[in-house]
């Protein structure tokens, strides 16, 4: 089995015997993302983890052109200049500027996390009686990583949708997204396959309410009680009125 695990360092889960288990411990092998807006960077690239030796060789031979020896082994004092390709490989190779970032990164990963893990709770505490958004909810044996922040907008009680929602807080100075836009509405997908909106009812009614507020291990105080109060003031402004 293989983990897809992009956004979720150092996210752990609670086993049924009890115990934590941290991602990237559960799976034969776990890739990660250390893209430069992930709870970890080294600015491009990511990392695969196994506990294989076979698999983590190969791994390491088809992330640069198949090689016997890479550059290091090669030129190093005691190293010896011939090579060999011995598998039609690729060039994925992280280099040494960047897994040198990502090394000390780590280091600090469970502290980034949480201060996401902080910064998430103050949202959630600030937007919990905002009638019109959902917040999201953490079950206890779960601890997330807080990637992202994903409000939900209830349209039904709002006078406004979703991207004009995002507009208002955009002219505020606070700058949202929007995370993911269901496959089957790419348009690849929706040319070559034929799939439409209402094929997938539940994604594409999730996808038209979500917005990702701002959050990173070094926001305020301040800049999060303002989102949030910005929030609540737009949400305020555009309740549905009902008809009398």
């Given amino acids: 089995m293989i983990e897809d695990a992009a956004h979720a360092l ?11 288990r941290s991602v990237g411990t559960t799976a034969e092998q776990t890739c990660f993302s250390f893209y430069a807006n992930k709870t970890i960077t080294t600015g491009e690239g990511g990392m695969l983890v196994t506990d294989d030796d076979g698999l983590a060789s190969r791994a390491r031979l088809m992330s640069l052109h198949g090689l016997s020896r890479d550059a290091w082994d090669r030129f190093r004092t005691a190293g010896s200049w011939d090579y060999k390709i011995l598998a039609a490989g690729f060039k994925y190779n992280l280099t040494d500027i960047a897994a040198a970032l990502g090394r000390e990164q780590l280091k600090k990963a469970v502290t980034l996390a949480q201060a996401r893990a902080r910064i998430a709770a103050r949202y959630s505490e600030l937007l919990r009686d905002v009638v019109e958004v959902d917040v999201p909810k953490v079950r206890n044996d779960r601890q997330p990583s807080w990637h992202l922040y994903v409000i939900r907008l209830r349209l039904e009680a709002l006078n406004i949708d979703r991207d004009r929602f ?16 269901p496959l089957h509405m790419h348009p690849l997908y929706r040319e070559r396959y ?9 994604s594409t009614s999730e996808w038209e309410r979500c917005i990702s507020l701002p959050i990173f291990p070094s926001m305020t ?24």
Avoid: K
């Fill in 166 to 181: 995002i507009e208002e807080l955009n002219a505020a100075g606070i700058g949202t997204s929007v995370h993911w836009r």
């Fill in 221 to 244: 105080s301040a800049e999060i009680d303002r989102v949030a109060e910005t929030v609540r003031a737009i949400a305020t402004d555009h309740v549905r009125r009902m008809a009398v």
């Fill in 194 to 202: 034929g799939y439409r909106p209402e094929d997938f009812p539940v």
């Fill in 10 to 20: 150092p996210a752990a889960a609670r086993s049924p015997d009890g115990r934590w």
